[in-house]
């Protein structure tokens, strides 16, 4: 059986049904993964999980390697055994979180020297030592370290990066031994066409099981996003997976399928979701707002999850004008249910050939969050990400 | 049907087992009820109490009336509405906490003047308005509002409390109109038998439906606390049911149930697992010490509760070292688990005429926190527990 099968594609655009099969099962595409970087999907038991529809969660080899150690997962018998969590898990390789994250960080062809966030202990890794931990996490998908760029970067910069990526990609290839685990391959080259191609070419010449979009969402306007998805993934292989990493607002979701990405992480849901902020087929809606102190609806009536189903929005205002846990909870529960429908209704679409329908009715009605708070929000976001994530 | 059926008394000594009659189902006793003052108990969904075991939970006027108001509630469906919570459950009237927590109290034999240590603002409270607000709020019991002393008070200051309190329970009584409601008096006289005797005998006349010991575990030593207890339960009438407020260490509740107590309510089994405290059949663990770093078995073996099915004591380590907050939920089931299941054995024993021997057996093994220690912890509980309730 081929790891992933391509089951449909829409007739006008890129969209596309498939499936995933991994060593945990079965994973229908398009598909988003929450994210659970220290082996917890924030605030949620892997029953919960499970119980909105996900079979399919992201970890973070960086956060692993440093709290508990990759050593310890091990010993308590892998990351699935570990968490509890019998669905498959892709692991991000850490590439991203070394440059983002750790303070001090000193890179060379060999790998990157870094400093945790966590303790200021000194660490250094290799794209051979990063499949290493993946593999002995038991990840069912790993990815590539790779080198990340920012956003602002010259073409320069970035081409350096992409080099120094494209490398590693190699060395990661080589390295990887696992035949029960995908290794999928990372598409650099910011914003620049060019170098795009060129990512696109050299990571598809070395035949990975899937492909990664990354250096994206990363701070840029969201029409150079959407650009960059549209010059990238046709130059990717049908047959092949396609992810792109750190995306996940609902429009942004409709976007990329319409791009022709299969796979999305993001902890922007489960994130707004503890600041209040909840997903409504109208746009976000922050529960601490006056306007929920009396509203006997749940905070949207159709939504059929376990929060809508048992507590008014009042109730939520109540908990989260108090500050209690169970507020992040009901939250968390609301918006990863209101994502998971979401990316089940696209499936039905595409396999229905009616996604561009679908696709321009969420977002006739769903008003995002205007580019100028969007970009301050990430902003705010990637400077305090060191405590929260 | 009345009230309360008292089913059995051991042979020796004064544990009882029985049943409260409320509008909202029958409970066992003797019972624990969890802490759910604002409406939720910490960290926990409904069916999480449920599914533990609980039927009857605690909640409390003074915070409720703050936030987000009784009115609110009672707009909203009422206090089981609102939160969602089928079971019974009882009110506290807000009198401990107007005596604790709130700042700048004056207090008149009509009523009390305090401020809000949410928002500074000003409230009167008598116990005519307390039973109303408990009345709206829909509880299945509901308490009369006493004038708590403070463990240190001279005699003097002590009698003037609790006649104050006498009087107030009068006025309670008279003003309870709701036929389905329960109302429970509460003895007040601190640590001074001669005082303990003559509230017992004047709340005995008014004839509630349950009495209620008040200003017990509030700073004395555990001996006297015990000693308290010996000499009033035996003053109390043997057909209704007995409440020890604020007490809920597991070795409280055996020595309770040893002397006659028939309902308990405590946040320490929350709170104290919110900190990492486990408890265990041999005494508290702290989940985040070394030693439970890399140990595969659950923190408590025999226990069948959904964290220790699932999760080994590591994880719940680096769940705490984390701070994440599945780590206060999982560390909550347990507490509340071990509890519930403490007290299911506690009433089994006495059916079964076997209460002495559960009683020494489990005092023998489990090791309570050290005198000093506790005293040293609820004194810091006490100040700074405007945050945390």
Redesign the interface.
């Known amino acids: 059986m081929p790891y992933f099968s391509l089951l449909k594609t829409a007739p006008k655009g890129q969209a596309r049904a498939g499936e995933l099969h991994t060593a945990h099962g079965t994973v229908a595409t398009p598909v988003f993964m929450p994210v659970g970087s220290?082996?917890?999907v924030?605030?949620?038991?892997?029953d919960e999980v499970k119980g909105i529809g996900f079979n399919l969660i992201l970890a973070n080899t960086y956060h692993l390697y440093l709290?508990?150690s990759v050593d310890?997962v091990a010993?308590?018998?892998g990351l699935h055994r570990?968490?509890?969590w019998d669905g498959a898990i892709l692991t991000d390789s850490g590439g991203y979180q070394v440059f983002s994250l750790a303070p001090l960080r000193r890179l060379s062809d060999e790998g990157v020297t870094f400093r945790s966030h966590v303790d200021g202990s000194e660490h250094f890794l290799t794209p051979e030592t990063v499949i290493q931990l993946q593999e002995t996490l038991g990840a069912d998908i790993s990815m590539v370290l790779d080198v990340c760029s920012t956003y602002g970067d010259s073409r320069a910069q970035v081409e350096e990066a992409m080099l120094r990526t494209h490398r590693w990609a190699e060395r990661c290839r080589r390295a990887h031994s696992k035949s029960s685990q995908a290794l999928f391959g990372i598409v650099q080259g910011g914003v620049f066409p060019e170098l795009r191609r060129q990512s696109a070419e050299f990571l598809t010449s070395l035949d990975f099981d899937g492909y990664a979009l990354g250096g994206i969402s990363i701070g840029e306007p969201k029409e150079t996003m959407l650009k960059t998805l549209e010059i990238t993934t046709p130059l990717l292989p049908e047959e092949k997976p396609r992810y792109l990493m750190g995306v996940g607002s609902p429009e942004d979701l409709v976007e990329g399928v319409a791009r022709g990405i299969d796979m999305f992480d993001c902890a922007l849901p489960t994130r707004v979701a503890r600041n209040g902020a909840l997903f409504t087929s109208k746009g976000r809606r922050n529960i601490r707002n006056a306007a929920f102190?009396?509203m006997?609806r749940p905070i949207d009536p159709r939504c059929r999850c376990?929060t809508c189903r048992?507590?008014?929005a009042?109730?939520l205002?109540?908990?989260f004008?108090?500050e209690?846990?169970?507020a992040?909870?009901?939250a968390t529960i609301h918006n990863l249910t209101f994502i998971h429908s979401l990316m089940r209704n696209i499936r039905q679409a595409i396999m229905d050939d009616s996604f561009s329908e679908l696709g321009a009715e969420f977002l006739a009605h769903y008003l995002p969050t205007d580019e100028a708070t969007r970009l301050s929000q990430k902003e705010k976001w990637l400077k305090r990400r060191g405590q929260e994530q």
Chains 1, 2 share one sequence.
């Open positions: 220290q082996a917890t924030k605030t949620l038991t892997p709290r508990p310890t010993a308590l018998g570990f968490m509890a102190r009396l006997e376990y048992n507590f008014s009042a109730y205002h109540h908990l004008k108090c209690e846990l169970l992040y909870r009901l």
